[in-house]
């Protein structure tokens, strides 16, 4: 039976006058006027009250319903990050490049390469020679490369176990040297300290690598800056700053400064001494921060600064001159691309003597 005029008329008027109300017109059933027991011509009767309360309506909008205490609702776990070793014919290039710092080849044009050297050899490349490498991934950002698989996985692992054990921080790694070979351990050992296999495993520190001078051979690295670099990497694919090369080479040895204090004049050497025997009995390095002076002590480390420009860096002593004019301290080619006097080659330096706590043998 259909409704009548009368309800439809009110049905309207209910829309029209309560839109803000829950309560819909098709949820509500209207009885005929036989179950009603009313004819058809007989009017309602506006005694009742059909327009909601604002109680009821109230009701309706605002349901109680029971609140958990903000206090009581447990945070999410922070994601653990991710490690992978992919295998790679190019270097990373783009954001997962590996950071490197003050290893760029200078332009060949360089008044410095020019003055400093009798040959030239490009520097060294800093991933292995092997065609394809592999690279140790976290969070999306390259942090290693290691010439063989083999090599690769065991670093994954630690690195996998350490960044997922209860209460890691960024903090935690530190530049330590094994054995004197350098590398990165998690735990409480303090930066620089002499560590063995030994004092590790029963410290509670976890090594995580440790940079050999075979693998830092194959890389064409000196070990001590492919430790430096893979620790910067790591801390940047954990969302910290890096260490600056003199913070990092600082807490490796455990260099603490002292009053002495030097000044002049300082050269660079290079591509036409490279590989040859420096005056303590080391093979030259061209890429290792190292410098020559007449007087001072071998393996004393000096902190130079260009005095035009302010970059630092430290330098090992591990020869002897430059026997050229007024010039008291020759840098390696690295060291001096460090300070910015690669181009111009000669430039007034301060230095000052730091005192080791650990040396790498």
């Not at 009548?4 to 006058?17: F, K, N, P, V």
């Not at 109680?55 to 205490?69: L, M």
């Not at 360089?110 to 060294?124: C, I, M, N």
């Amino acid at each position: 039976m259909g409704l009548l005029a009368t309800d439809r008329c009110r049905r309207q008027q209910w829309e029209r006058s309560r839109p803000e109300s829950l309560l819909s017109w098709r949820n509500v059933r209207l009885m005929s006027p036989a179950e009603t027991g009313r004819s058809p011509a007989t009017p309602l009767r506006r005694s009742r009250n059909l327009t909601p309360t604002a109680d009821s309506t109230q009701a309706w909008i605002q349901p109680k319903t029971e609140t958990t205490p903000a206090a009581a609702i447990a945070p999410r776990p922070p994601a653990m990050p991710r490690v992978t070793v992919r295998p790679a014919a190019a270097p990373a290039t783009g954001a997962q490049q590996v950071f490197k710092q003050c290893l760029d080849s200078p332009p060949a044009s360089s008044e410095g390469v020019k003055r400093g050297a009798t040959q030239q050899t490009p520097p060294a490349p800093a991933r292995p020679d092997a065609a394809t490498v592999y690279q140790i991934w976290v969070n999306g950002k390259v942090v290693m490369e290691l010439p063989s698989s083999e090599e690769a996985a065991p670093i994954a692992q630690r690195l996998t176990a350490a960044l997922g054990s209860p209460g890691f921080s960024v903090d935690q790694l530190r530049l330590v040297l094994v054995e004197g070979e350098p590398g990165v351990a998690l735990g409480d050992a303090k930066s620089g300290e002499r560590l063995n296999e030994r004092s590790i495993a029963s410290g509670g520190d976890r090594l995580l690598f440790r940079v050999d001078r075979s693998l830092a051979n194959r890389l064409n690295r000196t070990a001590d800056l492919v430790a430096i670099d893979w620790l910067n990497n790591l801390r940047v694919a954990l969302g910290e700053a890096p260490l600056s090369l003199m913070e990092a080479q600082a807490d490796l040895y455990s260099l603490t400064q002292t009053s002495r204090n030097l000044g002049g004049i300082t050269s660079w050497y290079g591509p036409g001494f490279h590989n040859r025997l420096t005056a303590n009995g080391e093979r030259f390095n061209q890429y290792a921060l190292t410098a020559a002076h007449p007087k001072l002590p071998f393996n004393t480390y000096l902190r130079v600064t260009n005095v035009r420009t302010g970059e630092s860096v430290i330098v090992r002593i591990n020869d002897r001159g430059p026997y050229v004019g007024q010039r008291s301290l020759d840098l390696s080619r690295q060291a001096a691309r460090c300070i910015g006097s690669e181009k111009p080659g000669v430039v007034r330096y301060e230095a000052v003597i730091l005192e080791p706590q650990t040396t790498v043998q």
